[in-house]
Nanobody, 122 residues
Framework: QEQLVESGGGLVQAGDSLRLSCGASRHTFSSYAMSWFRQAPGEDRKFVAGISRTGGDTYYTDSVKGRFTISRDNAKNTIYLQMNSLKPEDTAVYYC???????????????WGQGTQVTVSS
């Protein structure tokens, strides 16, 4: 399993931008697809964006398309989530995950970070 650590969350205003980072501990990082999920208060954890092992394929949930960009730097064992034009409904704890495929199904993932809080005020 990978040890994953997220960073970059915070409190911002609607329309602002944030970049989340997720660092992995092992050199096998490039062997895994990576994704971001989020969990808002009182809701289930949901898929946000995913990226293939090489970074050549990316996937997004409809509500963030055109605003969020997932990327990865395998040399740094890190993935990123650039979030632009943030909305109050983006408020959630954001988790990164490593797994077999960049799927929206959580059972594809074997490693999860501890989460980072993103709060967007109106």
């Amino acid at each position: 399993q990978e040890q994953l650590v997220e960073s970059g969350g915070g409190l911002v205003q609607a329309g602002d931008s944030l970049r989340l980072s997720c660092g992995a501990s092992r050199h096998t990082f490039s062997s895994y697809a990576m994704s971001w999920f989020r969990q808002a208060p009182g809701e289930d954890r949901k898929f946000v964006a995913g990226i293939s092992r090489t970074g050549g394929d990316t996937y997004y949930t409809d509500s963030v398309k055109g605003r969020f960009t997932i990327s990865r730097d395998n040399a740094k064992n890190t993935i990123y989530l650039q979030m632009n034009s943030l909305k109050p409904e983006d408020t959630a704890v954001y988790y990164c995950a490593a797994g077999a495929a960049p799927s929206s199904a959580q059972n594809f993932y074997h490693s999860w970070g501890q989460g980072t809080q993103v709060t967007v005020s109106s």
